[in-house]
């Protein structure tokens, strides 16, 4: 067997030598990295929340129609920019057409007898007052009708009065009385229908007249069903899904199509339950759209997290009493609002995927909402317009047809 030679044993060891510095440079590298990572996952990293379960969402606004018709006219088709007022839709209007001359024609004839009976009344409130006149002359004649024959009836037997003279004070007497029952019960008959006409005018005018508010109110509805016809956009925004076609019929609350106002829009990112631990209303976002990569970086902001999971909102919820259940580590939704100007600059889509992270070491306290805290509220007042034309429609009729002036209110 033959001995190793010195310069073997020197190799040898020198190649040992070699491999322990080279373990020990890996190791300390590896110790380094671990530091590292450490140091920075404490100072740094800890402090973000990371999510790709993250979708654009936004208010998609579903057109319906509030009276029934035919579509005669369709004006969008799906991608199409709207503004708000534009009209989208129109439907046949005829059936809606004639009913409103029909109400326009009923509210003129009822200001028209409302007014008569105003005109009536204070014509009766001067015969009644004719009437107790005479009544009261009347009576008065009859007073001096009744003296004349009391006087003449003694004297009849003496002589000192002639038969013809006392007949006549008789006849004049009879002819008084009835004539004071007959002025008696023309003024009454007037009374009675000058009361009929005070209950049915006291305290009211032409205008606020029960029928004649009843019939406006027909002239009100008859003029809207009449304007909406004509389907307009309540929003400015992009048609989505389109469901009607030209010469449909269609009904009350059916779906025509949807508007989806891409500038107003947010991310639902869906943080697991650990996640949530730190992120709180008001700390920032950054967000990664997949349509632009890592070349657009969308920041944002927290502004509301879910108040359950997704599971108990549910159609059908999970039974977790039952005896086959499972843990599953459930997601809630972090309402996150975008920086207008940006969406402008890189627009996304409804449903489209965005990577979110939450920096939850950012300016942030509150977990809930409260009422202190400002409301993103959506209104419109492009159906006012329509409201206040029915009312001049409504005045202007009733200006037409009440005379020069108003009739005062009816007194006694």
Avoid at 174 to 199: C, D
Avoid at 229 to 257: D, F, H, M, T, W
Avoid at 346 to 367: A, F, I, K, N
Wanted: charge should be neutral.
């Amino acid at each position: 067997m033959s001995e190793k030679s010195p310069s073997d044993t020197t190799y040898v060891k020198g190649n040992l030598d070699q491999r322990r510095k080279w373990i020990v440079r890996l190791v300390i590298l590896f110790i380094t990295m671990a530091i590292s990572y450490s140091v920075y996952w404490y100072l740094t990293s800890r402090h973000y929340e990371y999510t790709d379960d993250a979708y654009v969402a936004a208010n998609m606004v579903q057109i319906t129609p509030q009276v029934a018709g035919t579509v005669v006219s369709v004006a969008v088709n799906e991608t199409d920019f709207v503004r708000a007022g534009e009209v989208l839709i129109t439907l046949d209007s005829t059936n809606q057409e004639v009913a409103l001359e029909e109400a326009n024609a009923k509210l003129a004839q009822t200001v028209r007898e409302v007014r008569a009976i105003y005109i009536a009344t204070h014509g009766l409130t001067a015969t009644v007052a004719q009437h107790r006149a005479e009544l009261q002359q009347a009576q008065a004649d009859l007073l001096n009708a009744q003296t004349d024959f009391v006087r003449r009836q003694p004297l009849v037997l003496t002589g000192a009065v002639s038969v013809e003279e006392f007949q006549h004070a008789k006849t004049a007497l009879e002819v008084a009385h009835n004539h004071v029952l007959a002025l008696t019960e023309t003024m009454n008959n007037a009374s009675e229908q000058l009361q009929g006409n005070l209950a049915l005018t006291s305290g009211l005018t032409t205008r606020t007249h029960p029928k004649v508010i009843s019939a406006a109110t027909e002239v009100k509805l008859a003029y809207l069903n009449f304007k909406r016809c004509e389907i307009i956009s309540p929003i400015e925004g992009y048609v989505g899904k389109r469901n009607v076609q030209l010469g449909q019929r269609i009904a009350i609350g059916a779906p025509l199509l949807t508007i989806i106002p891409l500038k107003k829009i947010w991310v639902d990112a869906n943080y697991k339950e650990p996640q949530l631990r730190h992120i709180r209303i008001g700390q920032s976002v950054s967000l990664k759209a997949d349509i632009y990569g890592e070349k657009v970086d969308y920041h944002a902001r927290v502004i509301g997290i879910g108040s359950g999971t997704g599971s108990a909102f549910a159609l059908l919820p999970a039974q977790n009493a039952t005896g086959n259940w499972i843990k599953v580590v459930q997601r809630v939704p972090v309402r996150i609002a975008l920086n207008p100007a940006e969406v402008v600059a890189h627009p996304l889509r409804v449903g489209m995927s965005v990577e979110s992270t939450v920096d939850t070491s950012s300016t942030g306290t509150q977990v809930l909402a409260d009422a202190t805290m400002p409301r993103d509220a959506t209104f419109t007042k492009l159906y006012e317009s329509e409201g206040k034309a029915s009312d001049a429609l409504v005045q202007n009729i009733i200006i037409q047809n009440i005379g020069d002036k108003l009739v005062p209110k009816a007194t006694h």
